[in-house]
């Protein structure tokens, strides 16, 4: 018989496709059984995209579940090439994959229920059931879908049968099987990782369980894209939202509403809407919001900020609700700030989700879109913009189609079109679309290994890190935007927001401090509202963006929001809260004082107004009865904001 050098690869390929076939056989099966949930938004086109986009996730699931059967595979021992190490590796392949292929089908049950895939959080959903309950339970649903059962036997007989081991190994000799072996297992070993996370490029995170919102045009379809073992290993090891029982629900909303109810009284002003989130930008930075610094000589790095700021809204206090760019969105655009895990990486990114282009188009017949320069796809901003209900996504592949522009000779290199260009573009599509439109731009240069353009080295000065360079670049870059954008005809009839994402490290010890790694500019302008400007002595926060953004407006219906409308709520009755990643603790900051609450207890007390550097802690000499009604307001925010999550309750239901 003629000898196979790569007979194990052929053999490891062959049964890897076996799997695939399988897991779509499952999603086949899944659609079927809750055809009902999606027959009224499904086409022939729409299932073949979801399919095709399935294999993407069942790639993770598959290279996960199945990387000791790789490793055995292609392990460059000479003694294991014999039939019985291939009969215990057949067994351990269609135990594993036999396993998580009936979790798919469980799933197919289930999914009714739950409205999401099964993660990791549905064990402890189940923790404190009754053995004998959960028993009954699953055996009524064996009986009742006994053809699952069938399939599910199938399926296991099937990956065992057509299992291929190797054959023909060793070839010439033991050096070239070792040499070959070796070379062979790198390159798998290469491959499972860029599998794993679901791409290859330095702009690719690992895939999570919110990505499948970007094939699918509604949160629910997810759930075609999605499979159960991939919800699991993305969920495993997270913390679910463990929803306390701080007091009883009526005292929580009494105390705090993320519910917003509009005045009968308000009249809607069809503006314009433009959220600029600009990457790694710190409060720190900006000239004019740091009078104190340096004795009163500190110049910062945004000229550009600083000239608008003499026109635009702004506050005293303004912070970021988290310390990510996936966090970031959620909070500027959703008014969703970040607790215990990144929104986008827990399995609430399934929840139907407002926002505001979501408020605005729907109910307002809005056009929205989203701009991010980078790759498409990247860091998962292009599914939440969907699900959140913006119209449209414009990404470096759109930016590379059009002509007027110079594609990937703009690219920086290694994350994305250069702020300046993709500022243009932005405001250059703008421009065709039809008023009134909503529109959201997440920049990009101001990102590590903080390049820019060869043409501006030495013009933006240089400061403790090279960050401060890149922030002067796209300083520069928004003052062209606004340049060309003061010359359109929808530029007076728009209502401009410009924050950060989250912060960088500080350099000044204010700003390296639990508060001050938050600190975030925020402020709004409006060229039709020259009422619109000033420095108000109030705390804002990211999470206030949306409600604003609607008040200003005289947006006329109820919505969900966890943060609060800056312009009618009094300043004494302003707050911030955010969760500090890590330890779990939360920082809730209000009137003069700041508390940290670990979820049980108040861990300590600040006067941050005064006490800039957090020395000294007041949690034992402060007023009590100030710290009792944080405390308890703390409490009734952490307790809804888990309630919520965990029973799909953000958006406002009649």
Known sequence: MKKELFSNVFSLIWNLFIIYVCYSLCRLTFLLENFRLFSENLTGEYALNMFGAGIIFDTTAILYSNALFILLFLLPFHWKENATFYKVVRWIFTVVNGF??????????????????????????FSNEGGGNLASIFMDEFISHWYLVVLAAVFCYAIYKLYRAPRNIPVYSKWQYYLIQTVTLLVAILFTVFGMRGGMTTATRPITISNANQYVDRPL?????????????????????????????????AVYSPVHVPADSVQFKPMNVVVIIWESFTKEFVGKLNPDLDNGTYKGYTPFIDSLLTKSLSFTYTYANGRKSIEGMPSVLSSIPSFVEPFFLTPASLNDVSSIAGELTKNKGYYSAFFHGAMNGSMGFQAFARSVGFTDYYGRTEYN?????????????????????????????????????????????????????????GKFPDGPTPLQRCIGYTDHALQLFFETA??????????????????SFGTYPEYMTDLGLYSVPILFYAPGMPELRGMEDKIVEQIDIMPTVLGLLGYDR???????????????????????????????VKGDYMIQFDGEKVLKAYRYRTDRLLKDDVKDTMPQDTLRAMETQVK?????????????????RE
């Open 558 to 588: 109820p919505y969900i929001s966890f943060g609060q409308d800056a312009l009618q709520t009094p300043a004494a009755e302003k707050f911030s809260v955010n969760n500090v990643m890590g330890t779990n603790v939360y920082q809730f």
């Open 636 to 652: 009734s925010f952490i307790q809804q904001y888990m309630q919520r999550m965990n029973s799909n309750n953000l958006v406002y």
């Open 100 to 125: 998580f292929l009936i979790s798919n089908l469980v799933d197919c049950v289930y999914f009714r229920f739950s409205g999401r895939r099964t993660t990791m959080s549905v064990f402890q959903e």
């Open 221 to 253: 379809d997810a759930g075609v894209v999605l499979n159960t073992p991939f919800s699991i290993f993305r969920t495993l090891g997270k913390k679910a939202f463990i929803v306390p029982d701080y007091m009883p629900e009526s005292e929580a909303l």
């Open 401 to 457: 189609e059009d002509p007027r522009y110079h594609g990937d000779d703009d690219f920086d290199g290694t994350w994305a079109i250069w702020d300046e260009e993709f500022l243009q573009y932005y405001c250059d599509k703008m421009t065709e679309f039809k008023q009134p439109f909503v529109t959201s731009v997440f920049t990009a240069s101001s990102h590590h290994p903080f390049a820019i353009p060869a043409c501006y080295e």
């Open 486 to 503: 003061s010359r359109q005809p929808w530029f007076n009839n728009t209502l401009f927001v410009i924050t950060a994402d989250h912060t």
